[in-house]
């Protein structure tokens, strides 16, 4: 498994019921299998972690755009284009840096802590940027905690990915993708995975979405992209043994 990073993408209180102010329906499922996977039998060659860490007045926000309201979508222009626009989803305020909402759920980041180790990637930090995939973000210097202000190494303009080029200098091969949502930041992480040529695998019980529909569509392409899908199928052989034999 020493080829073979961890994904653990925005397991944060504000995407966690009951209190989460972008809560994922039934996301605190997902903590009991990541811990699982945190533990002795699962060697990972690294662990990587996702923040969503948004400045205030975010583009994502609907309280950046009165009067519309959240879930509603908007027609901008892409910042780094004149004539060119996009469709944006407006979301409640949400991982808003330095606050506890933007915080790695206790009890997982007592995980990421007996395990030592764990990498951040931060993302969505810019206010004019939307950001999904964990290959979107900048991997911190620092190992899991770090401080608000903590701040990612230096790496040339328009290269790749930082995540990438962090995966490749450390032998990555092949990833394993859990976290929140399925059907947003988890799917877009696996899809910025194999297309950088990572070896992807997306486990199941370890992933929740917004929706069962949407959930479900992502898993289907994601597939036909040719992601692994390890334990949807319920064939009673469970997760684990599904997982170490897609590792062999």
């Known amino acids: 498994m020493s080829d073979t990073a961890l994904i653990i993408v925005d397991v ?3 995407f966690l019921p009951p209190s989460g ?25 690294l662990v990587v972690a996702s923040q969503d860490y948004h400045p205030p007045s975010h583009i994502s ?26 469709t944006q989803t407006l979301w409640p305020d949400h991982c808003v840096q330095g606050t506890p909402g933007a915080e790695i759920e206790a ?11 764990v990498r951040l990637v931060r993302k969505g930090t810019d206010p004019r940027i939307e950001a999904y995939s964990a290959f979107e973000g900048e991997v911190l210097s620092e190992s899991y905690p770090a401080p608000p202000d903590a701040e990612p190494p ?30 947003y930041c988890v799917n877009q992480t696996a899809i910025s995975s194999i297309l950088s040529g990572f070896s992807t695998a997306l486990l199941t019980p370890a992933m929740r979405g917004i929706s069962p529909e949407g959930t479900a569509a992502t898993l289907t392409a994601l597939e036909g992209m040719g992601g692994a899908i390890i334990g949807r199928d319920g064939n009673g052989e469970g997760w684990q043994f599904q997982l170490h034999e897609w590792l062999k």
């Not at 009890?107 to 180790?117: I, Q, V, Y």
């Open 12 to 14: 944060q209180n504000d």
């Open 21 to 45: 102010s972008l809560a994922v329906p039934n996301g605190r499922a997902v903590l009991p299998v990541i811990e699982e996977m945190l533990g002795p039998e699962w060697e990972w060659g």
């Open 61 to 86: 926000f609907a309280s950046s755009h009165p009067p519309h309201p959240p879930f509603s979508e908007l027609e901008l222009p892409k910042h780094d284009s004149r004539n060119a626009t996009y």
């Open 107 to 117: 009890s997982l980041g007592e995980a990421f802590k007996k395990r030592g180790g």
């Open 154 to 183: 230096k790496r040339v303009p328009n290269g790749p990915s930082a995540l990438t080029d962090f995966l490749r200098d450390s032998d990555i091969e092949r990833t394993v993708i859990v976290g929140l949502a399925t059907d």
